[in-house]
């Protein structure tokens, strides 16, 4: 986990840590050029993920588990 000097997680920490927790998210590209890192099933709607943009991802709210 990166912690800025303030002591805070920086912003893109916090945003992996959400969709790396969705039950759907097969994995997220390191590639900072690209456009749709994040593999997800759900929005497959099959057991082969597609790539979808971090908004797309946080869409669907899957993230938000109890």
Known sequence: ???????????TEL??????ACHYCESISTDAANKTPVA???????????QV????CLGCREY???
């Open 40 to 50: 997800c099933t759900k929005l497959s709607g099959a057991a082969q993920p597609i």
């Open 1 to 11: 986990m990166s912690v800025n000097p303030a002591g805070k997680v920086s912003e």
């Open 15 to 20: 945003l992996l840590r959400l969709i790396s």
């Open 64 to 66: 938000t588990k109890p």
């Open 53 to 56: 943009n971090f908004k797309t």
